[in-house]
């Protein structure tokens, strides 16, 4: 049986918000702004765009404190909501699972096609069952896109770049600043290579070191702990953000 639960938007990339997804999760969706579904159905406005999808797997987002009862996921379990530019649909026939669990890196020179892509100015927001992202030492959460080198030039690469921002209770956000001018793109995703896959090496996916993927330290926005991850395609440039996985390398319940 097919995930896709589509919610037709509004004109262009204007998102409603999905069914289960917490207050403000996909306020500036894009950049834009979102209309809340109240209806008891599953579709909301009617109209030609873009399309927002909701998520499946955990409990509902937002439904309380972090707390550490054991060991959790620490890959991305649920997908709280997605909505995604007009004219893409890569990925979607496998949603969510697609952007579930470890990555499936294709090394430093090509990039993988197990992703999901976002579209110009798409968004995803995903959550991890049982767990949260908490600061450490460098390094708190990886973010893994297709992003490969040309050449075998570690300068020259085919990035495709999204914002990042974090949220506690899928409320309030918080966002890390996104150099998205020049190389190197600093705190923005989708501008290195994924090395890491465990279906095809024994490469740590959850090692900074050598996983490969963006890495985003908490301590640089002055957050102490996020359950959700909100991704942005930066609107308006030719490439689209394609996301493969998001995992914890500090993580709450280890």
Do not use: K
């Amino acid at each position: 049986m097919s995930l896709r639960v589509l919610f037709v938007c509004v004109a262009r990339l204007v998102c409603s918000v999905c069914l289960g997804a917490p207050a403000g999760a996909l306020s500036g969706c894009g950049g834009v702004d979102a209309l809340v579904d109240d209806s008891d159905g599953p579709s909301a406005a009617e109209g030609a765009g873009g399309s927002c999808l909701s998520g499946g797997g955990g409990g509902a987002a937002g439904e309380g404190a972090a707390s550490c009862a054991g060991p959790g996921a620490r890959f991305a379990t649920r997908v709280v909501s997605a909505c995604f530019g007009p004219g893409q649909g890569f990925g979607q026939d496998q949603f969510p699972d697609i952007v579930l669990g470890p990555p499936s890196g294709a090394g430093c020179c090509g990039g993988s096609l197990d992703v999901l892509s976002l579209g110009d100015g798409g968004a995803i927001v995903v959550a991890f069952e049982g767990n949260a992202i908490v600061d450490g030492p460098g390094a708190d959460f990886l973010v893994f896109e297709n992003a490969f080198e040309r050449g075998d030039d570690a300068a020259n690469v085919f990035s495709e770049l999204a914002t990042v921002e974090v949220s506690e209770d899928g409320a309030a956000w918080s966002a890390f600043p996104c150099a998205a001018d020049r190389y190197p793109y600093d705190g923005c995703a989708g501008w290195h290579p994924v090395l890491a896959n465990p279906e095809e090496n024994d490469v740590d996916p959850l090692d900074p070191s050598s996983a490969g993927g963006d890495p985003f330290d908490l301590a640089e926005i002055g957050v102490p702990l996020a359950q959700f991850v909100r991704i942005t395609d930066r609107a308006g440039t030719p490439d689209v953000f394609d996301l493969d996985a998001v995992g914890i390398v500090h993580a709450l319940c280890p």
